[in-house]
């Protein structure tokens, strides 16, 4: 991977794109509280789990054989994942850090989509429970993987363009100033406006009659409030963990 700072920005940018879509296939449907409740999934013997839980652990059971959690942003929501089952060669990733898992966000970016679900969706219930959550998963894991990306690699960009403050700032373990030190509020705000003209692009064209519109601020409070923070706690960790 090219520790290019713009060229890491290209590919976040070009996250946005897979987030947002993925955002508004899940809002087709009603909130459909059902599957996110223990014991209502229909499988049997499964009755501490939610049929969203079981959707989930389901498809990063696949992902995980197929060596999907390999790659340094690929990091998995649940535990007690199968082995790869493929041998997986990755290139090098030019980080300084090997244990990726060190900086697994997902049970954060877990709960606060599923906050954010009560502000994507309509309320209510439709039955379409199976599409619901397959959307769910595809959602979930286009946002964790724009979170991880940003906080390994931008992180490690950040640190080799400036390595005396930041080692500094390492060794005082100073959290705050370092989440001072990597603040670029212009950045965040392009970022945020970025978001709100794709959101209305991209619905620009739908017909409201057959499909159901969100609200742009919608996407663009989850990434001001949400995914940019989570990043940066990301980038934050992933520091705190490069000079040992």
Same mark, same amino acid.
């Given at each position: 991977?090219?520790?290019?700072?713009?060229?890491? =920005?290209?590919?976040?940018?070009?996250?946005?794109?897979?987030?947002?879509?993925?955002?508004?296939?899940? &809002?087709?449907?009603?909130?459909?509280?059902?599957?996110?409740?223990?014991?209502?999934?229909?499988?049997?013997?499964?009755?501490?789990?939610?049929?969203?839980?079981?959707?989930? @652990? @389901?498809?990063?059971?696949?992902?995980?054989? @197929?060596?999907? @959690?390999?790659?340094?942003?690929?990091?998995?929501?649940?535990?007690?994942?199968?082995? =790869?089952?493929?041998?997986?060669?990755?290139?090098? /990733?030019?980080?300084?850090?090997?244990?990726?898992?060190?900086?697994?966000?997902?049970?954060?970016?877990?709960?606060?989509?599923?906050?954010?679900?009560?502000?994507?969706?309509?309320?209510?219930?439709? +039955?379409?429970? +199976?599409?619901?959550? !397959?959307?769910?998963?595809? &959602?979930?894991?286009?946002?964790?993987?724009?979170?991880?990306?940003? =906080?390994?690699?931008?992180?490690?960009?950040?640190?080799?363009?400036?390595? !005396?403050?930041?080692?500094?700032?390492?060794? &005082?373990?100073?959290?705050?100033?370092?989440?001072?030190?990597?603040?670029?509020?212009?950045?965040?705000?392009?970022?945020?406006?970025?978001?709100? *003209?794709?959101?209305?692009?991209?619905? /620009?064209?739908?017909?409201?009659?057959?499909?159901?519109?969100?609200?742009? *601020?919608?996407?663009?409070?989850?990434?001001?409030?949400?995914?940019?923070?989570?990043?940066?706690?990301? *980038?934050?960790?992933?520091?705190?963990?490069?000079?040992?």
């Amino acid at each position: 991977m090219s520790l290019d700072l713009n060229i890491i =920005a290209s590919k976040l940018e070009g996250l946005e794109e897979t987030i947002i879509v993925k955002l508004i296939d899940r &809002a087709q449907f009603r909130l459909n509280e059902k599957i996110y409740l223990p014991g209502q999934s229909g499988f049997m013997n499964e009755e501490e789990k939610s049929l969203f839980k079981l959707r989930l @652990f @389901f498809q990063e059971s696949m992902d995980a054989q @197929f060596g999907r @959690f390999k790659a340094p942003e690929e990091r998995p929501f649940c535990k007690g994942l199968p082995q =790869a089952m493929r041998i997986v060669s990755m290139p090098p /990733s030019g980080l300084v850090i090997d244990d990726y898992e060190s900086i697994n966000m997902s049970l954060e970016i877990e709960t606060s989509y599923l906050d954010l679900l009560k502000k994507l969706c309509r309320p209510g219930d439709d +039955g379409q429970y +199976g599409s619901s959550t !397959e959307h769910d998963v595809y &959602a979930l894991q286009s946002i964790a993987r724009r979170i991880h990306f940003g =906080a390994l690699y931008v992180s490690e960009c950040k640190f080799s363009a400036d390595p !005396e403050t930041y080692s500094a700032l390492i060794t &005082a373990h100073d959290v705050e100033a370092l989440n001072l030190k990597l603040t670029r509020k212009e950045v965040e705000d392009k970022i945020v406006d970025r978001v709100r *003209e794709k959101v209305e692009s991209i619905q /620009s064209k739908a017909n409201p009659k057959v499909r159901y519109l969100i609200n742009p *601020e919608t996407a663009v409070e989850y990434y001001r409030n949400t995914i940019i923070p989570l990043t940066k706690k990301g *980038e934050i960790a992933y520091l705190l963990k490069r000079l040992k």
